[in-house]
């Protein structure tokens, strides 16, 4: 299995931005953001096919938050701009080697590994 390690959650204020971190021990071809708040079902936010370079987002966060690679780095970012207190959740990171983000948004039971999450808070 792939190591996931997340980092860059905290606390901001509505209207603000943070970027979060996953660094990978092996790089995955598909790389993806998950979110779940306290009572809520886990949400697909992003995912990114690493080799091809396709990304898709979930629709709540579309338009505000961007998927990214640094792949000398094995590292995927997910950038978070415009931050609404309804996206306080714990983020965390997925991998699989199998091709799933290339026709949408890859659904949590695609991936084989996952890390172990970073909160994010949001403020009104």
């Known amino acids: 299995q792939v190591q996931l390690v997340e980092s860059g959650g905290g606390s901001v204020q509505g209207g603000g931005s943070l970027r979060l971190s996953c660094v990978a021990s092996v790089f995955s071809r598909t790389m993806g953001w998950f979110r779940q708040a306290p009572g809520k079902e886990r949400e697909g936010v992003a995912c990114l096919d690493t080799r091809a370079d396709s990304k898709y987002y979930g629709d709540s966060v579309k338009g505000r938050f961007t998927i990214s690679q640094d792949s000398a780095k094995n590292t995927v970012y997910l950038q978070m701009n415009s931050l609404k207190p309804e996206d306080t959740a714990t983020y965390s990171c997925?991998?699989?080697?199998?091709?799933?983000?290339?026709?949408?948004?890859?659904?949590?039971?695609?991936?084989?590994?996952w890390g172990q999450g970073t909160q994010v808070t949001v403020s009104s």
């Open positions: 997925a991998a699989t080697n199998t091709i799933w983000c290339n026709a949408g948004l890859a659904s949590a039971r695609r991936y084989n590994s």
